[in-house]
């Protein structure tokens, strides 16, 4: 047993963070430092960037452009990535659909959209959820009937996070109404383009716009779109949220907020003294301190497992209740952190070239705008990507059966 | 040992249920959010007809002499309802102040406030001050027949609509000192006097507030020189039980519309409601609130109480326990909600913004947790 | 609203702490509030007492030699009796058996058996539970066989509290097994002396023998002793357990346990000053306090409450479950306060007549010994009359029906 | 970074769960609680033939060279198998301690340690003391060519069964300093050393010692005079750590008997298990369990630190964390057996005791979560 990282490890480490430091654009470091508004130009360029550097996608197989690294180095670069500040890449390309494509594409599909993702060129979002098919995805109701050498889509697809920015979505329709529900679903790749697609904006509690509607009527769609065969969609959904889960523990994220909060509990003051020397606030900083800790060598005791271990559903089911909990356990202690400075709501703050107001510069930190939305923002991921409900159902059902 | 309420608190119950359902629909307050105000005028006209403005101002003052309870069912209403007029800054803080220390000159501005025809908010805290009472660093000086003040107040609650601020300075002593505080009636356009108005996070309004050597007049200061502690403090304890009484309506309401939410979403063929561990969610969240309508209960009927002590042992505990209780409903209504717990476009989430903003306005829970704890071992 | 006792209410509080003070004997108030071992004879000379002065039966309607004191009034006394010491009545005679004699016993038995309860001549146990038969009682399997003028009793029963004391028992046993099973069930009390009936100990995880299993081999009850009709055993079980739940908050023990609680944490030290004034031990029971102090308003506020209003199975189920999380908390925190001296286990130190040995009696106080034990043992609190999760099911199908 | 055992420490664990397995059944361990001794010899044997009690100890001194990883290895074993033997009081803190500090000829006795024929006790808490480590008010005065050495220690571990005590005793300084600390080797039968013995509630033992001028020769000091403190300290650390594997060896033994309880018993017709509420409280305990591993991997892993502050940190993170977990899991394992989980005659309640006895050694959950959260605003 050896929990320190390798001497391989370190010097990748090391180039990692050198990478970043010279890389980073401070002005895309900031944003994210300070929980600016979420720009789409700031994940493509540093996506540009990284790509520039043959970086352009971690956590691929060497065989479609990846750089072929261990999941410690691939966990090492994210954890740098956080810390650095660098915003992280866009899960619904590289997490969810490449691996689709990568074990079901045609070589065609492979060829000409994975480079594109690397490069930023396309954007992809996702189109699951439908209103009244959440954790019980394969009710789901958008149809495609084939006409010719095209799909003719209809029906609406929601929570379709950051997708006002997308140029592809890809799809789970059905296009088999006669069979059992799981049986009938396809999984097709949609230029968002095509005619008959609207877009629109779901207000999240914090005020931002961040999800999507997107509504499909008699979308035409190549069948050269189709991935895999037809009526095997729930297959490959089934194989994409597998790596939905993986890092979505979010480690090197929570190990920065938790930064962030130190550092406001030792700005704000309490009792003519910092807030982190009040010893209650600091046990609540202590308590989830320990959670991450715990985590922290949960998530690497999966990583380092050998590969049948690591597809235990038990453990990535644990990473993504217990991250979520300590991500907005974090951000409700930042929150918290400010006292009555919570309460102000200034969405305008959130915008790049927003300057403090000059009267209420001193007493309101330059991290105070964001903080309360984060909180209430947060409190989707307990809800995503399979509710930790769903997680706690899946653990059951792993130990104790149906 | 009685827990019933009057018939006229009966009645008062029953008109705010009737307002709220015919004249405060969710729609018609997205848009009052989106207005210039904040809240409707209409709505506040109505107060002032229905007594709501005059409820707690003693009658010797042209008020109806109503009691703490009285104001904990108009708060509870105002929860359930998330309603978005001053009521809190009007007339539980700034009327309930003017009462308590006013000459009988500034007594008589009450009948405008229990007409509807002035608004007040309370200008007391400061940054740095975190909960703390009596962490006052604004200043006042006495300069010839008047007063001098300069200093920040931060977060002051309603300020955009308000006619008077009353503030609170240091006249003596340091900061931390019960003694040495002045409050001072204030007009928005006092030369020195700065305002940065802005919405919070539940859609309402307030503002910090700059005094640069703001002069004001002998007649502004509200009781005796240096003298005002007490009473402060009282009116921060009432508008705690207040915000008790408040979160109560809403976690009621969030209850209400979380089993609803269950018996009529399906997943997987049946309602969610059907989900066992969802029924001990419902169930944990009944019991969390019926516990925190019995600290608001306790709370409103010590809020009326003049021993210091013994208020605020009971005001306190009841703060702690319902914004623990509140924060419990209110991310587990959220949660059961899924997706539609997150959105704007659902009650839901508009009554959990409410509840967080409550945790954080007159004390957080680790500020009243810390005051009650401190009283065992001192007992 | 009115949140203090009327006068006459606390007047009545006055006489009964003046009875209090007066008549309780020393010896049985100390080893109550040292949690010595349960002694039979301290239950038994108290409700002679009481007795004697009329008060045999507080909770009891005047037509039964009850005081016909209103709930407040009962609550009052309950609190005082926890307060100065005073042991319980025994809630198998008091609480169960007698509200079912009352509301469905022949007159014979009301005028028999009612009198010997408040005379302290019969000391009741419990005939319910049966192993495989707990939460889901009505598939009990013990049966009465009808044979002339005599039921022949054959079964098990456990889980009977002081049932090693008790000269009589009530039970629920199985008269019909060919219908519904809560169709065939009746309600017998069976006389302890009679032949066919073993009583064997069950030893808890304190070490200490507090509950019993109760054999019958072909036990021969007389008719006469069947309560109501036969068959219908179940609408008297359920009435019972309606009743067993009424102050099953258990206030006044707990404000008792919390005043104890708060004196250990005055006499233990830490770093050299009471442990009361640490902020971290201090908080602990500050939020205890504060559940007590909420679930005592939650309490009279359904004491207070109309007839119709106090039936409400809600009501009931919150008291159970929040009095009985109450008095764990305050036992395990009475535990903590100790530190190391939580670890020894010295049973002889329960005895009544033991007394600390002179090596440890200056560190180890006269509290001590019970603490640990108390905490082991409430344990059970969360599990009987009607477990916890048993509790919330209730809440659950009042509000969101099945 | 690598989470394998190497092939002997899988050797090791192995052989422990088949000795459990094969000669320490539940009936066989109530026994042994009810004997005078309170453990078994003959395990004790095999202890010592398995080479488990020469484990920690230094090659240099006999020992195998193992590391707190392999003494985890068998504190997780020792916490599923509930075994009695005074291992962590032996090995762990008394062969560590004379390892540490002992002159060669003190070293020599380590021998007998490892062939099982020596069993040792720290005497080290006090009345008073709590969890503070250097709260020692025991005095040791130098008195001809010796010591004299008087005060009260508590709940001493294993004391009844020790053929001699490790008794810590201030020579200079005050309560509370590091310094000044110095450990005396003691036998039992030394005048004016006098023990009440008693089983601990996880049915054990334990004693309190009374040193009244109890005289000792010089050979009796372990290291230097007044400078046992750190080595003292890290001691106690090694023995949290211990406890944390312990923990999570019970943790793991109560979620498989819960497992298998709920998918035996039935209620209503169908195994309990089927119900998602306790569906999902299995999958909390799970969670917790998981955890607490990871702490125990990583107190473990830093418990041979020189660093004494890091190495606390990590320690108390550690202790603090799984105190925690064991409390919810301990608890809720009783709660799920239901009557079942209350009665002596299963396991279920000694897993719960033992763990409920586990949180009050070597700091308890405040303790350690004190000492974790004052490194933060040091740092």
Redesign the interface.
Known sequence: MDLNFSADEETFRLEVRQFLARHLPADIRDRQRLGKRYLAEDTIRWQKILHAQGWGAPTWPTAFGGMGWTPVQQYIFDEERAAAGAPGQLPFSFKMLAPVLMAFGSPAQQQYFLPRIMAAEDWWCQGYSEPGSGSDLASLKTTARREGDHYVVNGQKTWTTLGQFANWIFCLVRTNGEVRAQQGISFLLIDMATPGITVRPIVMLDGEHEINEVWFENVRVPVDNLVGEENKGWTYAKFLLGHERTNIAGIGDSKAALRKLKKIASQERAGGRPLIENARFRDRIAQVELELMALEITNLRALCADAHDRASGIQASILKVKGSEIQQAIAELQMQALGPYAVPHLPEALDAQWRADPLMQQAYADYAPALTGHYLNLRKTSIYAGSNEIQKNIIAQLTLGS | ??????DE?RALQDTLERFRARDYGFEHRRELIRSALGYSLDAWNQYAELGLLALPIAEAHGGLGGNA?DVAIVMEQIGKGLLLEPYLSTVVLGAGLIAALGSSEQQSSLEAVAAGNSQLALAH?E??A???PFHVETRATALNDGWVISG?K??VLDAPSADRFIVSARTSGS??DESGISLFLIDPDTAGL???A??????RR?A?L?LHSARVGSDALLGRVGDAGPALLQALDKAAAALCSEAVGIMSALNQAT?DY??TR????TPI????????R???M??ST??????A??AA?HADDRDAAGRGRMIS?AK??IDQAARFVG?QA??LH??M?????LVV??Y??RL??IA??FG?Q?HH??R??RS??AA
């Open positions: 040992m009685d827990f019933r309420y009057t608190q309870i805290g940054p740095g975190r909960f703390d920040h931060c977060v900061t931390g700065s305002m940065r802005y919405a919070t996070q539940d859609g307030a910090d700059r089993v269950l018996d399906k997943q997987f063929g409601g059907s989900f066992q561990a969802l029924r001990h419902i169930a944990d009944l019991i019926e516990q925190a309508r019995s600290m209960i306790l009927y505990a702690a326990y991310q959220v949660q899924g997706g717990g997150v959105v704007d476009e989430s508009h959990f913004k967080t903003v954080h306005c957080d680790d947790l810390d009650y704890s065992l071992s």
